[in-house]
Nanobody
Framework: QVQLVESGGGSVQAGGSLRLSCAAS????????LGWFRQAPGKEREFVAS????????DYADSVNGRFTISRDNDKKTVYLQMTSLKPEDTAVYSC????????????????????WGQGTQVTISS
């Protein structure tokens, strides 16, 4: 059974940092591209960042580019999202997702492309 479990969420003040982790089980981790998405109250889920299977291709939403960094550790079957210079508008539930794909596939921003999802972790940024 495939499971993605996020951790690392919490409440911090604007300007602070958090690192989210997403641990996978039940999958051959290296076969999957990974992504982070977020959903704020009353809003649709939106793309945050994605990373290719090999980790060499990264993609970021404009709103987080330069502040967030996605990375992966295939040995630990974990994907990370390092978030810095956090803003109140970053407040949301953050979820990781896994997408089975070929090695050369570019990262995807489309949530429909992802096969598995975690339950999410709450991130709250106060001003």
């Amino acid at each position: 059974q495939v499971q993605l479990v996020e951790s690392g969420g919490g409440s911090v003040q604007a300007g602070g940092s958090l690192r989210l982790s997403c641990a996978a089980s039940g999958v051959t981790f290296g076969y999957y591209a990974l992504g982070w998405f977020r959903q704020a109250p009353g809003k649709e889920r939106e793309f945050v960042a994605s990373i290719s299977r090999g980790g060499s291709n990264l993609d970021y939403a404009d709103s987080v580019n330069g502040r967030f960094t996605i990375s992966r550790d295939n040995d630990k079957k974990t994907v990370y999202l390092q978030m810095t210079s956090l803003k109140p508008e970053d407040t949301a539930v953050y979820s990781c997702a896994a997408r089975r794909t070929i090695l050369t596939a570019p990262p995807s921003r489309a949530s429909d492309d992802y096969n598995y999802w975690g339950q999410g972790t709450q991130v709250t940024i106060s001003s």
